[in-house]
């Protein structure tokens, strides 16, 4: 076996268990790439940039929506309640936690929380970006060199053992 | 007299007679006293044997109970090892050291499992605690596992193991009830044995079925009772007994039927003095033993379960000449028959070995099909002439000859090269021969249509000649197999039909390729009508077959079989012909690839042409509806619903939901549909959209599904699941909620919760 493409594989694996275990990803993500088959050889890949463009558009209104005189708090939580949708449905946990703190500062119509937490929604966001670009990069390299990429065993399932 | 005596001149010679007797009686008494001595001393010993004896044999009896006790603790130690190497699997990094590592202990310990059970099973034996389970199963598919489970092992060695057809009778009953564990255990145990022993040659494997007769049961059953009285005051095992009783029982239930198993090997043979003891727990027969592992067991442990299930086993003599050994026994199992109504007896009137498959229909919805329903007469059937030819090229000798022998008795005119080089000149003859047939069959009406209505769902058994017993209909359903058949011998086929089955290693590849391209090429230029398929027999670790080198000229039509010869894929190739139901036209090339893997499962397909629904997709063939703003859930819930089997709609608020709800019925209303179905079986609704929000949207539709009186469950997607929130849900009019994001196992789990209270299916 091709040994180059081993250390790849390793190192993938590496990111990919690193991302869960940092909080980055979660089991939302598991299911997505489940849902990756020889039908939908893309499905990841297609639903992730999804998320990215619709997200970056949420920014933007959630950005212009708090910085208007009189701050319409129920179209700017209508705005955060879909981010965390979409966030949660492709297991980007730390921007689905981040939208969580949002909506109750929103609740209070506390305004400079509201901006704090913006801030730190926009970090994670791109946060996530960033790191699941370079994962595709990695899977792309592996794919390319011949190999298969294996679904994420980050979170050890207990098997009985059948006896 | 007396004073004659006393007074006579001769009183010694009468002292002496008197003295005589005296002695001798003093002599007779002495002897006398010994013996008792003697006796009293062998009563002792004997006191002494019979104690000695009851203890060995408590002891060894509470020594077969301490080990089955102990199973548990070893057994669930080594289930702890086999645990946790498991779960190791998931933190190693594919391709290294330490995956090796733990793939070996992985492999030790399967090993020790299997060592375990061994000691395990014979303990369990003795100590009486081996029930007999009762299930129905496939005898004919079990003998095909087993044989193909060994067959990779053993072709490594250079053996080949062959099912061996033998005269179909187990085909005919192959449903049975009975213990199917414990037979398979035997198999394999016989099997593992014959592929240790075995280095070149082959291990054949068959089986027959025989009616136990009358008088056997009469004998049987006399003869026990007085020859179980006096072994019972001897002896007091307890297995022999309930081995009697077992068998018994067997014997006299009228509706088993004796089924005798032979494996027969060409390996190194066991002398004969040793057959009584190999039988024996922890014997082997030294001198093959060597280099083997094996605790000794095995046998012992066949013939314990052998002896349960009411049977016997022995070794059978051999010809001269002939090496190897031949394991025979028997067990007694009940044939279970879905269709048939004639009674057991008449099947096998015809005698044990009888060729005469009058009849034998039985039709099991689950077994993929291996009975056969012929419509001729009771007759041995010679091959006919007229009938399609069939060349079969294969290297084995024993593999041919069975499947010569079995294809000859179902009237196929087999012509076997013995070797490669021989392919042409048998190829030139059957030319000869169908251009022969040609020229003097008569004219008559291709019976092609009828043919093909063999596959259709409701296969008109009444067209076929011949009787036809109790055939139900609707166990046809699914069309899960294909009754051979074959038509009676009146019918001539206008369009003739040649197959070749070549074993694609039985000589260079190439050259066999070159004969039997040429012979169909020429075939086609002489006879357009008839057509000539091939079957290519491959080994599946060493491919004989070269792509390259023939440069993919491979025919579309051509099936290339890997695994080994017997069972369903004899029977799929024989099916082939005309005959027996084959097909005529010309299959899409796809189907050539998908043969090889189908296997024992030929029946897919048409399964799937006639349409039967796909039992693993549990949302198959019906239709959802989602509703949602969010373009990534509207996606994940496609996907979703669609890897379950569904036909999804999507649509992004509940104003456009309510709209294909209308049109939906309006169209069925617009096309005369008296009563209207629901447009949609599920509803995913989101709660939280623009336009129209989901609990807006789920009252109007349920408006709309009153007037027609239909019902859909709607299942509410919601980021909240506190009180509140789920209160307005069910208000609203939905079913079930389920949070996001909506995964596969939460829509699964709302659905069959809906389906579980009625409202869906």
Known sequence: MDVGLMQMQRRLAEYTSALFKEGILDSQYVQLQELQDESNPDFVVEVVSLFFTDSEKLLNDLSRDLAQQNVDFKRVDAHVHQLKGSSSSIGAERVKNACIVFRNFCQEKNIPGCLRCLQQIKQEFLLVKSKLETLFKLEQQVVAAGGSIPTSGSLPTVQQPIL | ?761
């Open chain 2, 1 to 761: 007299m007396i004073s004659f005596i006393c007074h006579g001149s001769m009183p010694l010679l009468l002292v002496i007679p008197i003295a005589v007797g005296v002695i001798a009686i003093l002599i007779v008494i002495c002897l006398i006293a010994r013996t008792r001595v003697t006796v009293m001393h062998l009563r002792a010993t004997l006191i002494k044997q019979m104690e000695a004896t009851r203890q060995a044999e408590s002891k060894s009896m509470s020594k077969s109970n301490a080990f089955a006790q102990a199973s548990h603790d070893v057994r669930a130690s080594l289930a702890g090892v086999i645990g946790l190497i498991d779960i190791s699997y998931d933190e190693v990094s594919p391709g290294s050291e330490l995956e090796k590592n733990l793939k070996q202990l992985e492999a030790c310990t399967k090993d020790l499992m299997g060592f375990l059970n061994c000691i395990l099973d014979t303990s369990k034996v003795e100590a009486g605690k081996m029930p007999l389970q009762e299930e129905e199963f496939d005898l004919a598919q079990l003998l095909e596992d087993v044989v193909d489970l060994y067959h990779p092992v053993a072709m490594r060695k250079g053996v080949d193991v062959i099912l061996d057809p033998n005269d179909g009778t187990v085909l005919k009953h192959s449903l049975v009830k009975g213990d199917r564990g414990k037979l398979k255990q035997i198999l394999s145990n016989l099997l593992s044995n014959a592929v240790k022993f075995t280095d070149d040659g082959h291990i054949s494997v068959r089986a027959w079925v025989q009616k136990p007769s009358l008088e056997k049961l009469i004998l049987v059953s006399t003869g026990n009772s007085w020859w179980k009285r006096l072994m019972c005051s001897s002896c007091k095992k307890n297995d022999r007994e309930s081995g009697d009783e077992a068998v018994n029982e067997f014997r006299q239930n009228p509706n088993s039927a004796e089924f005798v198993f032979e494996v027969d090997d060409t390996g190194k043979g066991i002398p004969k003095e040793m057959r009584k003891s190999v039988f024996e727990n922890y014997i082997q027969v030294k001198e093959t033993a060597q280099g083997q592992e094996g605790t000794g067991l095995g046998l012992g442990i066949v013939q314990s379960l052998v002896r349960l299930m009411g049977g016997d086993i022995k070794i059978m003599d051999k010809d001269m000449g002939e090496r190897g050994t031949c394991f025979r026994f028997n067990v007694f199992l009940a044939p279970f028959d879905a269709g048939a109504t004639k009674p057991l007896e008449e099947d096998l009137e015809a005698g044990g070995y009888g060729v005469a498959h009058h009849l034998g229909l039985t039709i099991h919805a689950n077994s993929p099909g291996l009975s056969f329903h012929s419509s001729s007469t009771r007759q041995v059937r010679s091959p006919k002439p007229e009938g399609s030819p069939v060349v079969l090229l294969i290297q084995n000798e024993e593999r041919r000859r069975t499947c010569q022998s079995y294809m000859e008795r179902l009237g196929i005119e087999v012509l076997v090269p013995s070797q490669w080089k021989d392919l042409p000149i048998i190829l030139k003859k059957v030319q000869m021969k169908i251009i022969n047939n040609a020229y003097h069959s008569s004219s008559g009406k291709s019976d092609r249509s009828w043919r093909i209505e063999r596959f259709s769902k409701s296969a008109s058994c009444s067209k076929s000649r011949g009787r036809v017993r109790g055939v139900s209909l609707s166990s046809l359903d699914g069309a899960d197999h294909i009754l051979p058949v074959c038509k009676s011998p009146g019918h001539k086929n206008q369009a003739g039909f040649v197959l070749l089955i070549v074993d694609a290693s039985a000589g260079p590849f190439q050259e066999i390729f070159m004969a039997v391209t040429e012979f169909r090429t020429e075939f086609r230029k002489l006879i357009p009508s008839t057509r000539c398929k091939v079957v290519w027999l491959d080994k599946p670790t060493m491919r004989s077959i070269d792509q390259r080198a023939i440069n993919g000229k491979l025919d579309p039509d051509d099936i290339i079989m890997s695994k080994p010869f017997h069972g369903t894929r004899l029977l799929q190739v024989i099916r082939l012909l005309p005959e027996f139901g084959g097909f005529l036209q010309r299959r899409p090339s796809k189907q050539v690839k998908e043969r090889p893997v189908q296997n024992a499962e030929a029946t897919k397909p048409l399964a799937e042409e006639t349409g039967s629904t796909r039992r693993e997709k549990p949302l198959g063939g019906k239709r959802a509806l989602v509703v949602d703003d969010s373009e990534i859930m509207r996606k994940l819930a496609q996907c979703n619903l669609s890897n379950l089997g569904a036909t999804v709609q999507l649509c992004e608020n509940g104003k456009e939901a309510l709209q294909l709800i209308r049109e939906g019925i309006d169209e069925q209303r617009e096309s005369g549909v008296s009563d209207i179905h629901r447009p949609y079986d599920y509803i995913l609704m989101d709660c939280q959209m623009p336009t129209m929000d989901g609990y807006e949207a789920t009252r109007k539709i349920r408006k709309e599904e009153k007037r027609y009186g239909i019902y859909m469950p709607i299942i509410a997607l919601t980021a909240h699941s506190s009180g509140t929130e789920v209160k307005k849900i069910f208000e609203a009019g939905m079913d079930f909620h389920i949070e996001k994001p909506a995964n596969g196992a939460r829509l699964m789990k709302a659905i069959t919760e809906i389906q579980s209270r009625g409202g869906g299916a």
